[in-house]
């Protein structure tokens, strides 16, 4: 086979594909607002924040809605545009540095000296309903390292309006609900 037509078989097989990989699907980010409140004092100096455990339902890239028939059904062809457990794993830390006098990594601790405290978030439950309510459920973990905070594990319930049931609404209010969540996970902290 000459390299001419080499190319052009190449050309011919990559056509077919390419066209499978531009599909029309919106993908959104996890994030959350900026924080405006001050750094919330906490009894721990460090703390790694260990990899969120997230149920099947919101791991995978499909932003999921809740019917009123309980049936979780994607929303349209929206899609989430990172890995769902990295996206709040990192998010969750970010807010937590943001929002308390501690400093807040993501597992594995990039510093040679350890984190003071581990916080193991487990959640079971986050997503959004055709009622109007996002809402994110769990038990949140606090190890101490050195001696401080108290050990504990603690259940939490987040619930939070969503304005209307698109995508971008879900999202809005899936970052005002990690917001609160933090608020929450400060709260094991001090």
Same mark, same amino acid.
């Given at each position: 086979?000459?390299?001419?037509?080499?190319?052009?078989?190449? &050309?011919?097989? $990559?056509?077919? *594909?390419?066209?499978?990989?531009?599909?029309?699907? $919106?993908?959104?980010?996890?994030?959350?607002?900026?924080? !405006?409140?001050?750094?919330?004092?906490?009894?721990?100096?460090?703390?790694?924040?260990?990899?969120?455990?997230?149920?099947?339902?919101?791991?995978?890239?499909?932003? @999921?809605?809740?019917?009123?028939?309980?049936?979780?059904?994607?929303?349209?062809? #929206? =899609?989430?545009?990172?890995?769902?457990?990295? $996206?709040?794993?990192?998010?969750?830390?970010?807010?937590?540095?943001?929002?308390?006098?501690?400093?807040?990594?993501? =597992?594995?601790?990039?510093? *040679?000296?350890?984190?003071?405290?581990?916080?193991?978030?487990?959640?079971?439950?986050?997503?959004?309903?055709? !009622?109007?309510? &996002?809402?994110?459920?769990?038990?949140?973990?606090?190890? #101490?390292?050195?001696?401080?905070?108290?050990?504990?594990?603690?259940? &939490?319930?987040? #619930?939070?309006?969503?304005?209307?049931?698109? #995508?971008?609404?879900?999202?809005?209010?899936?970052?005002?609900? *990690?917001?609160? @969540?933090?608020?929450?996970?400060?709260?094991?902290?001090?």
């Amino acid at each position: 086979m000459t390299p001419l037509m080499m190319r052009k078989l190449v &050309f011919v097989i $990559a056509l077919p *594909l390419a066209a499978c990989g531009s599909a029309d699907s $919106a993908r959104y980010l996890i994030d959350a607002p900026q924080a !405006t409140a001050a750094g919330a004092r906490v009894s721990v100096q460090s703390i790694e924040l260990r990899d969120v455990s997230l149920p099947s339902h919101a791991s995978g890239t499909s932003i @999921l809605v809740r019917g009123e028939d309980g049936a979780l059904r994607p929303l349209g062809d #929206a =899609e989430w545009a990172d890995d769902p457990q990295r $996206a709040v794993t990192g998010t969750l830390a970010q807010l937590l540095d943001d929002r308390s006098t501690a400093t807040v990594a993501a =597992e594995p601790w990039p510093l *040679l000296d350890g984190p003071s405290a581990r916080l193991d978030v487990r959640i079971d439950r986050m997503l959004a309903s055709a !009622t109007g309510v &996002f809402e994110i459920t769990g038990q949140a973990a606090v190890s #101490a390292v050195d001696g401080r905070p108290r050990e504990r594990v603690e259940r &939490f319930a987040i #619930a939070v309006p969503v304005t209307e049931i698109t #995508a971008a609404a879900v999202t809005d209010a899936q970052g005002r609900a *990690l917001v609160a @969540l933090s608020d929450e996970l400060i709260g094991l902290l001090r």
